[in-house]
């Protein structure tokens, strides 16, 4: 374009207006036309496609994130996101298509064995700085107000793929995420671990970590096995950590697949006691001491260094019924036995190797980890999982002096001594009505509370869905399509959880609506559209 040209004297809004109303495509077109245009469009575009961007397990997806931390975007990249794409080991009718999946799946294979995938993030955390890391098993549907109902943000590299082969993935692989000895089960674990280590080796301090699921992508207590030698380098970035959000699946029955600590060694063990059943196991031990199951062992020792968090946000896998759960959020509502100190940054490198697990003379075996008070915690979301009444009022309890928002999102109530209990004249006891009377009781001071799809263990009916009356009649209005949550934002809570009580019914019927995608599986929707870009930019 000329100097002389008119196009020079147009105001940047005006082209921020004509962008907006672009797809992708022509965006990237119109950007391309001359300097002036890209100059004017550069900061909103690199806010728009830049800021959060997600890759995958592959050389070149890797690589063009060491790229893009080299570059001018890199100041604009803060949320850095890991895809769950996994190669699988399939066959295919088209051979040339046969030999690029193949090409696809040793590399990847390559890529993780070697080294070099760990090698590869830890070049671009150190060069980005991230302030945000995500791990998640599907593609954001953000791209839809830009390219349509149908676009997606996939991980960089998933878009070639899909055209070369026709699979995508994210979703088509055959074992993907399989039950067995496959080895599908651990790849969310894995990729955990292993950009948890890459963060510590390039010495970046995030503030947020966020593994979200909409399917099977959810970690196993070996993800947060911490090694001696990652002490020094991990722990610093956990105890930086503000938020994290865990999908976990705590249900490895195996004796084999778990951790046993000394009976004697202190703190909160792995049995349920009274709110939910136990687990433990007694063997004989060295020296003949009794031992306990402690499956969850590495998530609590990775919890204890987390003296510095806010917001924790748990997902179970699909409502489990088992011990694991059940376990562990026991030992989180346990009163830590000391207050748990906030180090400064220097104490938290100087100190990282002290905070190995104590080993019990006898044994030789790791104590069991007391629980801990994370004395800053302000926001605590739950979600996919069945709880007691009575032990989510000791979780509450135990962080109400720093804990402001709350959320429950397809929490199953249940209630142990109604196990055996029948009820064929009257209904049975409405236990979020139980439980919000109970909360209300508490020292709480919270700002905010959210309850969606709210369920509960009715003897004879597993899983009863307990409604909301008012959200009901607006459905049958016409008002409102899916009767499922209710939120408060304010100072008078009580008011609010108190009116709670008189719209919580259980549902004996079928299901009005389908159960619909959980908030606090996807994240914040409002903001899945800023920051990613299309695969072919």
């Known amino acids: 374009m000329s100097a002389g040209s008119p196009l020079h004297e147009v105001p940047v809004e005006l082209w921020l207006r004509i962008s907006a109303e672009l797809k992708t495509e022509d965006l990237n077109a119109l950007r391309l036309t001359c300097r002036t245009i890209e100059s004017c469009l550069f900061l909103a575009y690199a806010r728009e496609f830049f800021s959060k961007k997600q890759f995958m397990l592959t050389e070149h997806s890797l690589q063009t994130l060491i790229d893009i931390s080299n570059s001018r975007l890199a100041e604009h990249l803060k949320h850095v996101i890991i895809g769950l794409d996994r ?30 995938a760990a090698h590869m993030l830890t070049t671009a955390f150190r060069n980005l700085k991230p302030t945000t890391i995500g791990i998640r098993d599907y593609n954001s549907d953000g791209r839809r107000s830009r390219d349509g109902s149908n676009a997606r943000w996939a991980s960089y590299g998933a878009t070639t793929v899909m055209n070369q082969t026709g699979v995508n993935i994210m979703t088509d692989s055959p074992s ?27 010495e970046a301090r995030p503030q947020s970590i966020e593994v979200l699921r909409r399917h099977r992508g959810v970690l196993r207590p070996i993800s947060f096995y911490l090694p001696g030698f990652s002490y020094p380098t991990v722990v610093p ?29 202190g703190g909160s063990t792995g049995s349920a006691g009274a709110d939910g059943p ?63 100190p906030t180090p400064t940054c220097l104490d938290a490198q100087l100190s990282a190797l002290a905070y190995a697990p104590a080993v019990d003379p006898a044994t030789n075996l790791p104590r069991t980890i007391d ?22 009022i000791r979780i509450l309890r135990k962080f109400a002096p720093t804990l402001k928002r709350v959320e429950l999102w397809r929490v199953v109530l249940q209630q142990r001594d109604l196990a055996h209990v029948y009820f064929h004249e009257k209904p049975p006891p409405n236990l979020w009505v139980q439980l919000l009377k109970k909360m209300r009781a508490l020292p709480l001071q919270l700002e905010h509370v959210m309850i969606g799809q709210p369920m509960q263990d009715t003897p004879g009916i597993l899983s009863c869905v307990v409604n909301f009356k008012s959200l009901v009649a607006q459905a049958d209005e ?19 959880v108190e009116e709670l009580e008189g719209d ?19 994240g914040n929707s409002a903001s899945e559209s800023s920051g990613e870009e299309s695969e072919e930019e």
Not at 177 to 184: E, K, N, T, V
Not at 504 to 522: F, G, K
């Open 87 to 116: 190669y699988s080991d399939r066959d295919f009718a088209n051979p040339i298509q046969q030999t690029i999946y193949r090409e696809g799946f040793q590399g990847q294979q390559a890529l993780i064995w070697s080294g070099r």
């Open 478 to 496: 016409g008002r409102r399509a899916v009767p499922d949550v209710r939120a408060y934002t304010g100072m008078d809570w009580k008011r609010f």
């Open 176 to 202: 993907r995420f399989a039950s067995g000895r496959d080895i599908a089960p651990y790849w969310p674990s894995q990729v955990f671990s292993l950009v948890l280590t890459a963060l510590g080796a390039a």
């Open 278 to 340: 136990s687990h433990n196991v007694n063997v004989n031990g060295a020296r003949g001491q009794d031992l306990e199951k402690c499956p969850d062992f590495p998530l609590r020792l990775f919890v204890a260094h987390l003296s510095n968090l806010k917001h924790l946000r748990i997902n179970f896998q699909n409502n489990p019924v088992g011990p694991g759960p059940t376990s562990f959020l026991q030992w989180l509502g346990s009163p830590a036995p000391t207050p748990t």
């Open 371 to 392: 629980p801990v008070g994370l004395p800053a915690l302000e926001q605590l979301d739950l979600g996919h999982m069945r709880v007691c009444p009575s032990m989510f």
């Open 504 to 522: 919580l019914e259980i549902q004996t019927a079928p299901p009005r609506v389908a159960v619909t995608a959980s908030p606090v599986d996807t």
């Open 237 to 265: 970035v956990l105890r930086n950590l503000t938020t994290l959000f865990l999908a976990l699946d705590l249900e490895i029955g195996a004796t084999r697949s778990c951790h046993y600590v000394p009976a004697s060694g």
